[in-house]
C-alpha cells in the first residue's frame, strides 16, 4: 500500500503543481488589471468632472474664465413703440345741389321778363331799384276810377277792381302798409255824428273824420284810428269831405304793385310791406 500511495502522490503531483501555477497566472492576471483600474480612476474622474457629471465628495468644480459675450438688447425704434392708428373712413356726403356764390355789394340782376309794364307805370318800373324788387309782371295794366283821403299821419286808397283798400303808414320802412277788404255797401252810414273832430284854430287846417268805405274801415278799428288820426280836409269847410276822386292806373307784379292816382306812383312792395312813391 505505501508504494501505491506513492504511485499515486506521484501522478497526482505533476497536477498540483500546474493549479499552483495555474493560479499564479490568475492572481498576475487580476493584480494587473487592477493596477490598471486604479490608475484609469484618476482619467476618468478628470473627465467625468469636466463634464459636470461626476460630484466626488469634497470636489468643487472651479469655474474656469470663460469670455462671455455681452448681450444685446434691442431697442425699438420710437416710431416701433408708437400704437399704429386705425384709420376710419369717414362717411361720404351726398352730392347736393350747388349753393350759388353770395356777391355782397352788388344788386342782384334786372329779371328777364316776357312783357314790361308801359306809359307811366313802365318809367317807374324802369328804375332799378324798383325793378329788381318787384320782379315780372303777373297781369295787364288796367285803369280805375279811385278814391283816396289823406291823414294826419297816414294815406288810404281805394283799388275797386280788386275790391281792397291800401292803408300806407310811414314811407320806406318795413310794414310801413297793409291790405283791408272793402266792405263798404251803398246802405252804411257816411260817418258816426257821435264823432266829433277837433275844432280847427283861424285859418288852420281842417281835420274831420274819414267819411264812406274809408270812415267805416277807419271806425271799426281802434288801431287805425290811433295810428292814423283825423283826416285832413282839402277844403277850409268843415263839412267838406276829405275823399277825393281819381282816374289812375294799377297792375301787378311778382313782388308788389304799382298803383297811380293821376299824380303820384306809390310802389307798394311785399318783399317787407314797405312803400315809396314816385
Not at 89 to 102: E, H, N, R
Not at 136 to 151: F, K, S, W
Not at 175 to 181: H, K, M, P, Y
Amino acid at each position: 500500500m505505501r508504494s501505491g500511495m506513492r504511485f499515486h502522490e506521484s501522478r497526482s503531483l505533476p497536477r498540483l503543481v500546474l493549479s499552483t501555477s495555474s493560479c499564479r497566472r490568475d492572481k498576475a492576471r487580476q493584480g494587473t488589471l487592477a493596477h490598471l483600474v486604479i490608475a484609469a480612476v484618476p482619467f476618468l474622474a478628470i473627465v467625468l468632472a469636466g463634464c459636470d457629471v461626476l460630484r466626488l465628495p469634497g470636489m468643487t468644480s472651479v469655474p474656469t474664465a470663460s469670455a462671455v459675450l455681452p448681450m444685446h438688447t434691442p431697442t425699438l425704434a420710437p416710431a416701433l413703440l408708437t400704437p399704429i392708428p386705425t384709420y376710419t373712413q369717414s362717411p361720404t356726403a351726398l352730392p347736393s345741389a350747388a349753393t350759388p356764390t353770395p356777391t355782397f355789394g352788388l344788386p342782384p340782376p334786372p329779371p328777364t321778363c316776357s312783357s314790361t309794364p308801359q306809359w307811366g307805370l313802365g318809367e317807374v318800373w324802369k328804375n332799378e331799384s324798383v325793378r329788381t324788387r318787384l320782379g315780372c309782371t303777373v297781369d295787364e295794366q288796367m285803369g280805375v276810377q279811385g278814391e283816396e283821403v289823406y291823414l294826419e299821419r297816414g294815406h288810404m286808397l281805394w283799388r275797386p277792381d280788386a275790391g281792397l283798400i291800401y292803408v300806407l303808414f310811414e314811407a320806406d320802412k318795413p310794414g310801413g302798409w297793409g291790405a283791408f277788404t272793402d266792405t263798404f255797401v251803398p246802405t252804411d252810414a257816411d260817418s258816426d255824428p257821435q264823432i266829433v273832430a277837433p275844432t280847427p284854430q283861424a285859418g288852420g287846417q281842417v281835420y274831420t273824420q274819414p267819411t264812406g268805405r274809408f270812415g267805416k274801415l277807419w271806425r271799426g278799428s281802434p288801431l287805425l284810428r290811433e295810428r292814423l288820426g283825423w283826416a285832413m280836409s282839402p277844403s277850409t269847410q268843415r263839412n267838406a269831405s276829405p275823399v277825393l276822386r281819381f282816374t289812375g292806373a294799377v297792375q301787378d307784379f311778382d313782388g308788389g304793385t304799382l298803383f297811380w292816382n293821376g299824380t303820384t306812383c306809390f310802389v307798394l312792395r311785399t318783399d317787407d310791406m314797405s312803400w315809396i312813391m314816385y
